[in-house]
């Protein structure tokens, strides 16, 4: 977007128009052409990951909006490879914090350099002051000039020249249009220009030689010899991709089995779980079966006591189930063949049904009630 040749080893960046874009009194954009900041950091960092020799960063522009030129700032102080900035014309305003932010700094002998107070002062006094604090840090960090100058300079909006800037250290250079677009040619007797011919032609022949590319760091990873021919790469590519290639489909076959042995453990889980239920309702039933046959052959053995009535008897063998001892203890406390041996319901007490029986064989006799 802003890169003129990413394919050169030196490759320019070009900020040509305003900093950011600015927008009219209705909130609308007024069409002014702008460099938003950043797509334009974005881009050169992408550059610097492509080890370049160095970055060019060519500039004219009035400058804008400062907290976008803080993300070109930010960007080029933060590259691996170095960024040169070029004034070639014009860096006014937040345009000449970008300028300040390049390794070696370059105005034409034609370019200005301006600085000036942060607008929106009178909307906003106390972000203002920030901005300026930043600004005159970012600028008096690569120049000979103190805060105190730098902000004074911008209050009173300070125009400089190359040679101006030069002295401040503003800029590192100044290239001058004299010297600008010129081949160097040399004055003199016809040998020393024949010469100076040849070695234009010999560097332009050499610049047209085809790159020799060599694969020694590609061999050496195949674990090959340094020169090995394309046949032999191809042949280790080639085994290198179906090594791949089995341990996928090994990959594959693994995962299957594991999934397999996954489900026949949920089976087998579940049929454990089935016999242990199973044998829980075996046991269960078995016992039932052993507790009620106890508890009949002790009910049994007390039938002189509660007699041989058949709901009687099954009363209480299912107390015996339940306590098997406490049921013979009551059955131990009825007397022999004197009471009505009947339970009324389940909660009926033995001791007390011989109690009543007595009472009521008593009434009997005295012909009461």
């Known amino acids: 977007m802003f890169t003129v040749d990413p394919s050169s080893n030196e490759p320019i960046m070009l900020l040509n128009k305003q900093i950011g874009k600015s927008y009219t009194e209705s909130g609308e954009w007024d069409g002014v052409p702008y460099v938003d900041g950043a797509d334009f950091q974005e881009e050169l960092l992408w550059l610097d990951t492509m080890g370049k020799k160095?970055?060019?960063?060519?500039?004219?522009?009035?400058?804008?909006?400062?907290?976008?030129?803080?993300?070109?700032?930010?960007?080029?102080?933060?590259?691996?490879?170095?960024?040169?900035?070029?004034n070639t014309g014009v860096c006014a305003s937040s345009a000449g914090l970008v300028f300040m932010a390049g390794r070696k700094r370059t105005m034409a002998d034609y370019a200005q350099f301006m600085m000036h107070p942060v607008s929106g002062a009178d909307e906003d006094k106390q972000g203002a002051a920030a901005f300026t604090d930043s600004c005159t840090t970012m600028l008096s960090g690569k120049s000979n000039l103190s805060p105190d100058t730098i902000?004074?300079?911008?209050?009173?909006?300070?125009?400089?020249?190359?040679?101006?800037?030069?002295?401040?250290?503003?800029?590192?250079?100044?290239?001058?249009?004299?010297?600008?677009?010129?081949?160097g040619m040399p004055a003199g007797n016809v040998t020393a220009m024949l010469e100076f011919s040849n070695n234009i032609l010999t560097q332009t022949i050499n610049n047209l030689k085809p790159q020799v590319m060599t694969l020694d760091k590609v061999t050496n990873k195949l674990g090959l010899v340094a020169g090995a021919n394309e046949d032999a790469i191809l042949t280790a590519v080639n085994s290198i991709s179906e090594a791949r290639q089995a341990a996928e489909d090994a990959l594959v076959a693994a995962q299957q089995?594991?999934?397999?042995?996954?489900?026949?453990?949920?089976?087998?889980?579940?049929?454990?779980?089935?016999?242990?239920?199973?044998?829980?309702?075996?046991?269960a039933e078995t016992d039932d079966i052993a507790a009620t046959t106890a508890a009949t052959e002790m009910v049994n053995s007390y039938k002189p006591r509660i007699g041989d009535a058949k709901e009687t008897i099954d009363k209480w063998v299912a107390k015996a189930k339940v306590d098997l001892d406490g049921t013979k203890e009551l059955l131990e406390s009825l007397p022999l063949n004197k009471v009505n041996n009947r339970l009324t319901g389940d909660n009926a007490s033995p001791r007390r049904l011989s109690v009543e029986a007595k009472m009521a064989e008593i009434r009997a006799k005295n012909g009461q009630a």
């Open 54 to 86: 160095r970055i060019q960063v060519w500039i004219n522009s009035p400058g804008g909006n400062i907290m976008q030129a803080m993300n070109i700032f930010s960007a080029i102080l933060k590259s691996e490879t170095p960024v040169d900035t070029y």
């Open 151 to 183: 902000s004074f300079m911008m209050a009173a909006t300070t125009w400089l020249s190359a040679s101006e800037c030069l002295a401040k250290g503003i800029c590192t250079s100044i290239e001058t249009t004299e010297d600008s677009n010129k081949k």
């Open 257 to 283: 089995q594991v999934t397999d042995l996954t489900e026949q453990l949920a089976t087998a889980n579940t049929s454990l779980q089935e016999a242990q239920a199973a044998a829980e309702a075996a046991q």
